[in-house]
């Protein structure tokens, strides 16, 4: 490990910050794939709440919080992402704009159906998404401010995050909230990885009126995405992708 994550040097390169109204996405297909299995409301909102009481804890989180703050911190994925490594408790991504957000989104939607042997050569996807908003603050390290900016040498190849995993976890121990960071797929977009529940909040009301719900198409040239209402449209192509890490193949 780089001596940059000594716990002395962490302490005194960070310090408070905030991003204010962050933009997060999350597919919400679920919804409709619970419908298919009831015959009315009522029984909808009892699967849900089977569904609910079935779903781990959030993790050292005493608060009762929003459940789209505190679902990601609910489990463990099994694939690894920039600050987190495989099988390790979720953390919160978000983005400063709603294009940074859609652009994570169509990332990772692109990335699936490539890595997807039945649709990876012909193969679509229509998913639905819910953007909403959401405060983060707390102790930070900014990575796009000095003296982090200099190191970017360490974690400038997308695909390889053994370096900003190591930061995250070195962050952890110092009692870091969260990491301000540069978007690979928005380049200039400031994102959040937020590494501890309390340091995401929304007052329920405030996220509610925030929401956004989008509708997805992805192939393997693209994502196409359209706000239901008419208001917003976004498109990020397989030359995105590439730029961002991912395979032309």
Not at 40 to 60: M, T, V, W
Not at 78 to 86: D, L, M, V, Y
Not at 89 to 113: H, I, K, M, N, Q
Not at 166 to 178: N, V
């Amino acid at each position: 490990m780089s001596c940059s994550w000594q716990q002395e040097w962490l302490a005194a390169h960070s310090g408070n910050l905030a991003m204010e109204n962050a933009w997060r996405g999350v597919e919400t297909q679920y919804i409709a794939a619970s419908m298919k299995l009831v015959d009315s409301l009522e029984e909808q909102d009892l699967l849900e709440a089977l569904l609910e009481g079935n779903k781990p804890p959030p993790q050292g989180q005493a608060n009762r919080q929003h459940y789209l703050l505190l679902s990601p911190f609910r489990y463990f994925p099994q694939h690894e992402s920039r600050f987190r490594p495989a099988q390790r408790s979720g953390l919160w991504y978000g983005a400063a704009t709603l294009d940074g957000a859609c652009s994570e989104v169509a990332y990772w939607r692109l990335r699936f159906l490539r890595d997807s042997t039945g649709l990876a050569v012909d193969g679509e996807l229509i998913t639905e998404h819910t953007f909403f908003q959401a405060s983060v603050n707390g102790r930070a390290i900014n990575l796009m401010a000095e003296p982090w900016s200099k190191l970017s040498h360490l974690w400038k190849h997308s695909s390889d995050y053994r370096q900003t995993q190591a930061l995250a976890e070195a962050a952890r121990q110092a009692s870091i909230d969260w990491i301000q960071y540069e978007s690979v797929r928005a380049p200039c977009c400031a994102l959040a990885a937020v590494l501890t529940p309390a340091a995401v909040r929304a007052a329920p009301a405030k996220l509610e009126r925030s929401k956004q719900e989008w509708v997805c198409k992805t192939t393997r040239h693209g994502v196409m995405m359209i706000r239901k209402n008419g208001m917003g449209r976004f498109e990020w192509r397989e030359t995105d992708f590439v730029m961002a890490g991912g395979s032309a193949v």
